[in-house]
């Protein structure tokens, strides 16, 4: 079982190590792969996405009962689908055992909590986790060569 965690800024060399991991970062080889995320740039991003999300932004780290932190969830205002896009990332060395889904469960919970009525994720089309957010309850709205636009109603 999982609990939502908001972490602090010293927290953040956590995020910096999923980013940093090639086997976590393999979903994003359409964008990029690993994607650098130095210590120097924790305070900006910490104000930006933690301390002050203004209704845009929210995110959290999920961790497990024993206080390990195996993902984050989080979700954002993006303005060219004019709705909250969900991302939810599961470091590499816990996958296989569920923490996706949970993760995108709570994810969901929050984002209704906080009086968001529709998530959207933007996946690449060879992404094996469209199956994870189809289970979930979200459907196929757009598809090009590249991506996949899911959406959820909440």
């Known amino acids: 079982m ?7 800024c010293k927290d953040l060399w956590f995020r910096q190590a999923m980013l940093a991991d090639a086997e976590t970062m393999a979903y994003n080889h359409a964008w990029g792969g690993v994607i650098s995320f130095p210590e120097e740039d924790w305070a900006d991003w910490y104000a ?16 497990e009962e024993n206080g390990n932190f195996v993902g984050e969830i989080a979700y954002h205002f993006d303005a060219s689908l004019d709705g909250f896009v969900a991302d939810v990332i599961v470091f590499a060395p816990y996958r ?14 929050a984002a209704k909590e906080n009086g968001i009525s529709v998530l959207y994720d933007d996946i690449a089309a060879d992404n094996p986790a469209i199956a994870l957010f189809l289970t979930r309850g979200f459907f196929e709205e757009s598809r090009t060569e590249k991506k996949i636009i899911l959406k959820k109603n909440l």
Request: with cysteine; proline share 5%.
């Open 48 to 63: 930006y996405w933690i301390a002050r999300p203004e209704g845009k932004r929210f995110y959290r780290y999920l961790r």
């Open 96 to 109: 296989g055992r569920g923490f996706g889904a949970e993760g995108l469960d709570l994810l969901c919970a």
């Open 2 to 8: 999982l609990s939502l965690y908001k972490p602090t």
